[in-house]
């Protein structure tokens, strides 16, 4: 069974930064090729904010989040990070961690999900 949960959210004022952690069990990271973030605001489509190649190591981000979060991933301890920097009030929403087989920050094509970690940040 593959697990993903996420920690590091919490409320922080624009313009600061968190790092939001998630941690994979179950070999995930060698058998789902590609780990994603994705978040949600009330009343708002889930959307994906970055995603990274567990295999090559390759990030992919939009154009809303390349300048501000980074993707990262630690192998050896199964852990998947997202950086955000320069918060806005915009960015609050819940984060989820989750994972597929091909990269495409599709987020029905997700296939394993986390819990959820809520980021808010205040003006």
């Known amino acids: 069974q593959v697990q993903l949960v996420e920690s590091g959210g919490g409320s922080v004022q624009a313009g600061g930064s968190l790092r939001l952690s998630c941690a994979v069990s179950g070999g995930l990271l060698d058998n789902r090729n590609c780990v994603g973030w994705f978040r949600q605001a009330p009343g708002k489509e889930r959307e994906g904010v970055a995603e990274i190649s567990t295999h090559s190591g390759t990030p992919f981000y939009p154009d809303s989040t390349k300048d501000r979060f980074t993707i990262s991933q630690d192998k050896n301890k199964s852990m998947v990070y997202l950086q955000v920097d320069s918060l806005k009030p915009e960015d609050t929403g819940m984060y989820y961690c989750?994972?597929?087989?091909?990269?495409?920050?599709?987020?029905?094509?997700?296939?394993?999900w986390g819990q959820g970690t809520q980021v808010t940040v205040s003006a």
């Open positions: 989750a994972a597929t087989y091909v990269c495409r920050l599709r987020a029905h094509e997700y296939l394993d």
